[in-house]
């Protein structure tokens, strides 16, 4: 090996130079012959086409039945819900937003049919241990009642009663959505089985 | 007015990683951190932390065991936010990374060394690209532009072999010998280059050589990419099903790439990141996150995998994007590698043209000249803010020191200045970003002075990190390969006097010198 300077310090700092420029160009030339290979799928002329795509009205590519993006974000939309004075204390607060509902029409029992079982349906989920840890409930969770708002409403005939549901999870520690998962997969086949599945015919809610 | 008197807000965090070792929970609680300590900062404020743990835990554990999902609950209760509770959701995704052997790290030298080379990516010719579109470049010459970030990996490369030679062996020793970690600053420069690697493979390997695929069973012969994926998309899920009355997405490093592609996945690959029963979860809620296509659309036709669509969904079934994004507030990305990938690897961090993004969701990049990582984004807003918001870039003196200052975003340390984190609180609190930029020093505009100066420290950094290398490279690699080299004499005389019993009597006859001459 030729050593140019009399210091060795300075015949190995050449070296690692000379090595840091050489190896990357063998690596990488070696690699690009023989490893790197491009997607089988790739295709080099595809962003051309995609720009000249992009000219178009994007909504038009939405597949979404719903073109809910349209709701601007205002600033009333982040600012914290406040109920005030004497009305935040009298008035029932009103569903929050977040809150899940389902709709049902059916022949269904009296209210107080219906509520007993609904409760005794709950109450046998929430004791069980295997049901907690199904769906992740936090530890200590046990509301004695079902937190579920059941609403009975006459209709034109016996068959037509309307039942809504509504989830009551509020800031609590089980979401909305785990609530109505709960009601939908554990409650409502027990009561479905207790008073028929013509009982509880689904809605379809308007948006 | 009491507080007492306010509804609580509930508002839902994603927090997504970069590349690195990183335990389940260990970015999340660095970056929690960092928040809570943000937040305490806030005049008048009061704050309650809660960690969920799982009801059961593993026998003999030494640590307890967190919900997947919402593991960390803040409670606020802020003069000018009201009371909020912000829950925290973790996308992990360090475990889709090979896992360690040596076989792997010489694939991983190899492979930095040969990066520059490595092909692009600009478009592709699967039928769901006709609703994708790749970032657009900024004014100025494509080809140069590809070159001059090719050139950058040539000498990232010729950095990586000094590094090698140098704090590389020491580091590797230690940390493999005598578990001593890593220095966090050759720990980032390594993960930076592993996530990059990660990103672009189209298998995941194991060890042992030859080295056999390591597939996730759910991804077999897909790329681990689309495990990544995968993670992110179920958290984006579990968020929007959990109502929150707004969300926001954190995403670090790498992760902003696994976010993004989160964020822009389309409606119709969706099904593909889940299993049947958490899809029909979503579907059967009373304001359903997935079902039918509009009438009309006509799906995809033809072999489209990455991820493939499973077989129990219906042709027609898709994800509603815009109802999931329905209540995200903002994206935040910082130090995100996501405009190097745009040069490169376009089509890997290409954009929906679905519209899903309500007007006035924001995405704020924030950058460090002296973070290499990191860069302004300027080839992402070409889309319509409904398909794809606009990225706000900010500048931010996170730390003081080259590559190190990569890590410190969220956890600079607070002077007189308002820091990213406190922007973030006040964000996360108020939906307001007008804190990022905050006021004080530290905070700069793209392309203004201070850009240009930290840049300008930057590359002396990098001048002097080099030449430090390289004398420290130039002790330490001579060093070791004499000690080798006399370790294989010493072995091979050892080894000759076992099989020639003669030898012993004239240790010439093995090849070694007589005593004193060694």
Redesign the interface.
């Given at each position: 090996m030729p050593q140019p300077f009399v210091l060795?310090?300075?015949n190995?700092?050449v070296?690692?130079?000379i090595?840091?420029?050489v190896?990357?160009v063998?690596?990488?030339?070696?690699?690009?012959a023989f490893?790197?290979?491009?997607?089988a799928?790739?295709?080099?002329?595809?962003?051309q086409?995609?720009?000249a795509?992009?000219a178009l009205d994007?909504?038009q590519?939405?597949?979404?039945?719903?073109?809910?993006?349209?709701?601007?974000?205002?600033?009333q939309?982040?600012?914290?819900?406040?109920?005030?004075?004497a009305a935040?204390?009298a008035a029932e607060?009103a569903p929050?937003p977040?809150?899940?509902?389902?709709v049902y029409v059916g022949r269904l029992p009296d209210a107080r049919t219906f509520g007993t079982a609904l409760e005794s349906r709950w109450r046998r989920f929430i004791a069980d241990?295997r049901q907690?840890?199904r769906y992740?409930?936090?530890?200590g969770y046990a509301p004695t009642l079902a937190p579920l708002n059941a609403a009975l409403a006459a209709g034109a005939t016996p068959e037509a009663v309307t039942l809504t549901v509504t989830t009551r999870?509020?800031?609590g520690?089980v979401?909305?959505?785990?609530l109505?998962?709960i009601w939908?997969?554990e409650l409502l086949p027990g009561l479905q089985e207790q008073f028929g599945t013509e009982a509880f015919r689904r809605v379809p809610?308007e948006? | 007015m009491s507080a007492a008197s306010t509804r609580e807000n509930r508002i839902g965090v994603v927090v997504v990683h970069g590349i690195g070792e990183q335990r389940r929970f260990e970015h999340l609680d660095g970056q929690v951190r960092a928040l809570v300590a943000a937040l305490a900062a806030r005049p008048g404020v009061r704050l309650t932390v809660e960690i969920t743990s799982a009801p059961d835990a593993q026998f003999h554990a030494s640590q307890d065991t967190w919900l997947a999902s919402g593991p960390v609950r803040v409670h606020v209760v802020d003069p000018d936010a009201g009371r909020c509770v912000l829950e925290f959701h973790e996308v992990w995704w360090a475990d889709v990374n090979e896992p360690y052997s040596l076989i792997k790290q010489l694939r991983f030298w190899a492979w930095s060394l040969a990066l520059w080379t490595y092909p692009g990516k600009f478009g592709s010719t699967r039928p769901s690209a006709r609703a994708r579109q790749t970032p657009s470049t900024p004014k100025g010459n494509l080809t140069l532009r590809a070159l001059s970030i090719r050139v950058r990996l040539f000498l990232v490369a010729a950095v990586a072999v000094v590094v090698a030679a140098s704090v590389g062996i020491i580091s590797f020793l230690a940390e493999r010998l005598l578990k001593i970690k890593t220095p966090r600053v050759l720990e980032t420069f390594v993960n930076y280059l592993a996530g990059v690697k990660l990103y672009n493979q189209k298998e995941r390997m194991g060890g042992g050589l030859p080295a056999a695929e390591q597939d996730f069973l759910d991804t077999i012969g897909e790329p681990p990419r689309v495990s990544v994926r995968r993670r992110m998309i179920r958290v984006l899920m579990q968020v929007a099903m959990a109502s929150y009355d707004r969300w926001y997405v954190l995403a670090h490093s790498l992760g902003s790439v696994v976010a993004f592609n989160g964020l822009m996945e389309l409606a119709y690959k969706w099904p593909g990141y889940f299993d049947q029963k958490s899809w029909a979860q979503a579907g059967a809620l009373a304001d359903p996150l997935v079902g039918a296509a509009r009438a009309g659309w006509a799906a995809p036709e033809g072999w489209d995998p990455a991820p493939v669509r499973p077989v129990w969904v219906a042709a027609e079934e898709i994800a509603y994007r815009s109802r999931i994004f329905h209540n995200l507030r903002g994206v935040l990305t910082f130090g995100s590698p996501l405009e190097k990938f745009a040069a490169l690897w376009p089509y890997r961090v290409a954009l929906a043209m679905e519209p899903a993004f309500r007007d006035g969701t924001e995405w704020i990049n924030v950058y460090d000249p002296m973070d290499p990582v990191s860069g302004v984004l300027r080839s992402f807003d070409q889309a319509k803010n409904y398909c794809c918001p606009r990225p706000r870039n900010v500048g931010y003196a996170a730390g003081p020191l080259l590559l190190l200052s990569h890590l410190q975003y969220l956890k600079s340390p607070r002077g007189k200045r308002k820091t990213l984190g406190d922007g973030v609180a006040e964000w996360l609190l108020t939906g307001d970003s007008a804190q990022i930029p905050g006021e004080g020093p530290g905070w700069f505009k793209p392309y203004g002075l201070q850009h240009y100066l930290r840049g300008t420290l930057a590359w002396c950094s990098w001048v002097l990190i080099v030449a430090v290398l390289l004398v420290a490279g130039a002790i330490v690699f001579p060093t070791i390969t004499q000690a080798l080299g006399k370790s294989v004499r010493a072995l091979r005389v050892h080894v000759c006097e076992m099989v020639r019993p003669d030898a012993a009597a004239d240790p010439r006859r093995c090849g070694s010198a007589p005593s004193g001459e060694d």
């Open positions: 060795p310090l300075a190995h700092v070296a690692l130079l090595a840091a420029a190896l990357p063998l690596f990488g030339v070696c690699a690009r490893f790197f290979r491009r997607d799928d790739d295709a080099r002329r595809a962003p086409a995609a720009q795509r992009a994007a909504a590519l939405s597949p979404e039945p719903e073109e809910r993006f349209r709701q601007p974000w205002t600033a939309d982040s600012a914290t819900p406040v109920a005030t004075g935040a204390e607060p929050a977040t809150e899940r509902r389902a241990p907690h840890a992740g409930l936090p530890r999870a509020g800031s520690e979401s909305s959505a785990q109505m998962q939908e997969q809610e948006r | -």
